[in-house]
């Protein structure tokens, strides 16, 4: 049975963030102050524009018919009414403020270019009040049109200029720190046993440098221990081997004395023999589990075919013996299946499963089933948990399986439902073993 995994939600790299973040805040910088710009080069032209009014309004003052023959385009009226319809139509009401430059715009919309562009001023003479007004129109102003284009078209220009400057920059920046950046993780995920005794490249910046000598020593750190605790498990699990088939044999050497006996036996003693007998499977199961623990490569394990129903039903046989004086109703369910394992670690787990089902069940029903390569074991707990971990081998069993099976490959799960310990292991092929480690 195979699982799919969830899709990984898709991030973005810390280059591409800063080189992000850099080029928004560059190109918010270059937008406002071009509309900044903009805006200070309108203001200079309706400044302009005042000036250039206001000398001829001053000129006006001075000797209306020569003002009137000079500056024709710049009508001076006594009546509002009496101004340009166009000037009329493009302001709503005559000018009220003396002295003040109004302005309008005939355009469609604020990014339009504008068709005509509008200027009138109020202002006060010896015989009464005058109106001024001025239109710029394209084709009657070409001049004018065409220097403020020229002057806004530049701004615009530099504008550009400015934001490729400064993207080809910040594509520089990140160019150059993260080269060392991409060095440093390619040399991180190339690390291994050999090279973790080589002193780390020169990465060109100290804190870059500082921080591949720490990940070097924390990784060589733990390589230590791995290689500790490798030898530890090794050499402890050989060793005890030793005494473990000596208390073993003896168990066997007391129970054969004890047949051939004609004496009557002490029931004392029976039970005695009954806890050692039991006490040396429990360690012997979990000398086996150290020992496999142990192996370098589990790739290399032979595979055969296995009867898993057949071999479901031999363990539960094996282990019956931690059942004696307990009122556990045990139920097997399995159903015919055959698939290419390696046996021995199988046998390994699926022992050290079925034995803590029996071994820690009082009273209850112990439940196995066995459907294709999925098998589950649930057992009832004893009420006073408290002792439960008293037995020889609780929870360490529990641990060294969850440690066979993740270096197996093999899908395991156990879990604590209100009363009833169950526990679920699905059993994979060899080539879906190794595939599963290497992902």
């Known amino acids: 049975m195979y699982y799919m995994k969830a899709p990984k939600k898709r991030q973005i790299s810390l280059r591409w963030f800063v080189a992000l973040a850099f080029l928004s805040l560059g190109i918010l910088l270059v937008v406002g102050y071009t509309l900044l710009s903009i805006n200070y080069f309108i203001n200079g032209m309706d400044a302009s524009m005042g000036r250039n009014m206001g000398k001829v309004a001053q000129s006006y003052l001075t000797d209306p018919a020569t003002a009137a023959q000079l500056f024709d385009d710049y009508p001076v009226t006594s009546q509002w009414r009496e101004q340009p319809q166009a000037i009329q139509q493009a302001f709503a009401s005559p000018p009220e403020r003396e002295g003040v430059l109004y302005k309008e715009l005939d355009?469609?919309?604020?990014?339009?270019?504008?068709?005509?562009?509008?200027?009138?001023?109020?202002?006060?003479s010896p015989a009464?009040?005058?109106?001024?007004?001025?239109?710029?129109?394209?084709?009657?102003?070409?001049?004018l049109l065409t220097e403020h284009r020229g002057s806004l078209n530049t701004l615009l220009l530099i504008s550009l200029g400015s934001a490729l400057t400064l993207g080809l920059l910040i594509w520089l920046v990140m160019r150059r720190v993260s080269r060392?950046?991409?060095?440093?993780?390619?040399?991180?995920?190339?690390?291994?046993?050999?090279?973790?005794?080589?002193?780390?490249?020169?990465?060109h910046y100290p804190e870059l440098n500082d921080f591949a000598e720490r990940v070097r020593s924390s990784l060589s750190s733990a390589q230590h221990g791995l290689a500790r605790e490798h030898?530890?498990?090794?050499?402890?699990?050989?060793e005890l081997r030793t005494p473990i088939s000596v208390v073993r044999n003896n168990v066997e050497l007391l129970n054969r004395l004890q047949e051939s006996s004609d004496q009557?036996?002490?029931?004392?003693?029976?039970q005695a023999i009954e806890r050692i007998d039991g006490a040396s499977q429990s360690m012997l199961h979990l000398t086996e589990t150290l020992l496999w623990l142990s192996r370098d490569n589990m790739d290399s394990l032979p595979a055969q075919p296995v009867q898993l129903d057949t071999l479901m039903h031999e363990l539960v046989e094996q282990m019956r013996y931690l059942l004696r004086g307990k009122d556990v109703d045990v139920q097997v369910k399995t159903d015919p299946y055959s698939m290419k394992l390696a046996e021995a670690p199988a046998r390994i787990v699926l022992?050290?499963?079925?034995?803590?089902?029996?071994?820690?069940?009082?009273?209850?029903?112990?439940?196995?089933l066995q459907l294709h390569n999925c098998v589950r074991i649930s057992n009832t707990l004893p009420s006073d948990e408290k002792n439960a971990g008293e037995e020889l081998g609780f929870g360490l069993g529990q641990q060294l399986t969850t440690q066979l099976t993740t270096k197996l490959g093999w899908r395991y799960n156990n879990q604590r439902k209100q009363r009833r310990q169950l526990a679920e292991l699905w059993l994979q092929p060899p080539h879906a073993d190794a595939a599963a480690r290497r992902g």
């Open 107 to 124: 355009q469609p919309n604020f990014l339009a270019k504008p068709s005509a562009i509008y200027f009138a001023i109020r202002f006060t």
């Open 128 to 143: 009464g009040d005058r109106f001024l007004s001025h239109q710029v129109i394209p084709g009657v102003e070409p001049r």
């Open 180 to 203: 060392p950046i991409s060095a440093l993780g390619n040399w991180a995920r190339g690390l291994n046993e050999q090279t973790l005794n080589q002193p780390p490249p020169d990465f």
């Open 231 to 238: 030898r530890f498990l090794r050499h402890t699990s050989h």
């Open 264 to 270: 009557q036996v002490d029931l004392r003693q029976l």
């Open 351 to 368: 022992g050290n499963l079925i034995r803590n089902a029996f071994q820690h069940s009082r009273e209850g029903q112990v439940k196995i």
